[in-house]
């Protein structure tokens, strides 16, 4: 039987027009809170025409709101549009709005809610955005991830998130965190989705990768859902053709989540210093505490950490040679109850800290969402979503 297609997909087909989005955004906003503003432009005939879009809300958008989250910046509106946004719209995509993220893009929770998983955190910080595509009120939506906060929140939600290679996509105009870290990448309905995507932004599609993988033997221990989620889909992927099975990997990855850690204290305290000095707890608790640490790390130690992502990045490019593509969780579990917290990223943090492409897509299970994430080689992101594409068909 094939997969379903897609809402992005469907689009292309004519099958969906913006205005069936609009409709579930009035039907479902007041209970999911997706959006800070509903505003969509107007959009002309070319290659994605028809197919609207959210941008999470730390991407400049001129004329429209732009408040990073912070109730600091309530009212504010962009003066122009971030590169992103100004490519995508270039191509005839439809902006709709601005999805909500947590504050400054970190773990102060926005207001947004599951649409899979009611009484759940949707995750973060691109909370927004994934709860958008998950309720079809957008096609696809724009992320960001630092650590997770891409990958995270697609599986909590149940739907395809992907980060591609570190500075594939354009960051310009969208408010940094850790800039040695931070990645733009896109929600979707559906890996097939996501490849129609990454084709109409002028990237060639891959042929068909080589369906070979490794299940870390460490590194990577999930709760029992997920563990027991993970062992379906293996036994699902092999009766479809894949060759997989469990190894370790290179030991100098075995440094990259404490690096990566490091990183994105000391980056980021600096990013938001000034800010910090000016209003203090009013920032949110949360990155308020991430200053005061991140401040007090010595340069020697960030040095030491970017030194130790490098050793870890030349291992994994090795290691990527004989075996194409990492299948871990896309999170350790289900999305946590309640909305204090937005989940932890260790699943994804140490493949954003080595700057390679990673995808999660929704794995079959019953009750709350549960992703699979798949990762590859720097530069081999056509070759990942290829992949994703038929991981999901199996499953």
């Not at 959009?43 to 809300?57: H, R």
């Not at 960051?171 to 996501?194: C, K, W, Y």
């Not at 401040?295 to 004989?322: C, N, T, W």
């Not at 954003?352 to 798949?374: E, F, R, S």
Request: glycine share 10%.
């Amino acid at each position: 039987m094939p997969a379903p297609c897609g809402t992005l997909e469907r689009c292309l087909r004519g099958e969906l027009r913006p205005e069936y989005f609009l409709a579930n955004i009035e039907e479902s906003e007041a209970k999911i809170h997706a959006w800070v503003e509903v505003a969509p432009r107007p959009s002309g005939l070319g290659p994605l025409s028809g197919v609207p879009f959210g941008a999470k809300d730390i991407f400049e958008t001129a004329g429209m709101a732009t408040e990073y989250g912070s109730p600091l910046f309530a009212g504010r509106q962009g003066t122009a549009d971030a590169a992103l946004i100004s490519r995508l719209c270039a191509l005839d995509a439809q902006l709709l709005g601005k999805t909500h993220t947590t504050a400054f893009a970190y773990y102060d929770p926005a207001p947004t809610r599951n649409p899979k998983a009611p009484g759940r955190t949707p995750g973060g910080s691109s909370s927004g955005s994934a709860a958008a595509v998950a309720a079809h009120m957008a096609a696809f939506t724009l992320g960001t991830q630092t650590q997770g906060s891409i990958l995270r929140p697609a599986s909590f939600c149940g739907v395809c998130g992907f980060k591609p290679t570190f500075g594939t996509l354009p960051r310009d105009g969208a408010l940094p965190f850790a800039p040695s870290l931070d990645t733009a990448g896109f929600f979707t309905e559906t890996a097939r989705d996501m490849q129609l995507l990454w084709c109409a932004l002028g990237n060639p599609a891959a042929e068909a990768p080589p369906l070979r993988a490794i299940v870390p033997s460490s590194g990577f221990d999930a709760y029992e859902p997920m563990t027991l989620a993970l062992a379906a889909a293996i036994e699902r992927l092999t009766a479809a053709g894949w060759h997989i099975r469990s190894a370790a990997l290179p030991e100098p990855f075995d440094e990259a989540p404490g690096a990566v850690t490091l990183v994105n204290r000391y980056e980021g305290a600096r990013t938001h210093e000034a800010l910090w000095r000016a209003r203090g707890p009013a920032i949110g608790a949360n990155l308020a505490a991430l200053v005061e640490q991140g401040l007090a790390i010595p340069e020697e130690d960030y040095r030491g950490a970017l030194a130790a992502l490098a050793r870890a990045r030349e291992s994994m490019e090795m290691f990527f040679e004989r075996w194409p593509f990492v299948l871990t969780p896309a999170a350790p579990g289900r999305a946590p109850k309640g909305y204090a917290s937005t989940g932890n990223p260790r699943m994804n943090a140490p493949w954003t800290g080595i700057g390679v492409p990673a995808i999660a897509i929704p794995m079959p299970v019953d009750g709350p969402p549960l992703g699979l994430q798949l990762t590859a080689a720097r530069g081999r992101d056509a070759s990942l979503i290829a992949a994703a594409v038929l991981a999901g068909r199996a499953l």
